[in-house]
């Protein structure tokens, strides 16, 4: 089982970075790996086929999902499960 630091990024085998200090980490999925993108806004959302995370066109499971609600912006990473699955199987069209 691998972990993933949210502070310094790490990808650790135990549950407490050595690099930070951070603890309890986050169990990390099979497909998740380090970012080598270079992309900084990505308007187009895709989601991890086996966790369901929102993912980062490198496959990457480093992201902050950020939705516009009622004229303000929202880290996802806040809402409840069932918001988030909402979030994730909306229909999304281009209207110009």
Known sequence: ???K??????IVE???????GADPLK???L???LCTCIDDVSDGVRYCP?????ICPCG???VV????VTGYLSDVSGWNQAKRAELRDRQRINIT
Do not use: L, T
């Open 1 to 3: 089982m691998r972990y």
């Open 5 to 10: 630091c949210g502070n310094c990024y790490s």
């Open 14 to 20: 135990e549950n407490a970075c050595p690099c930070c």
């Open 27 to 29: 169990i990390m999925c």
């Open 31 to 33: 497909e998740d790996h």
């Open 50 to 54: 086996k966790c369901g995370d929102a």
């Open 60 to 62: 990457s499971h480093d």
């Open 65 to 68: 999902q950020v939705s516009r």
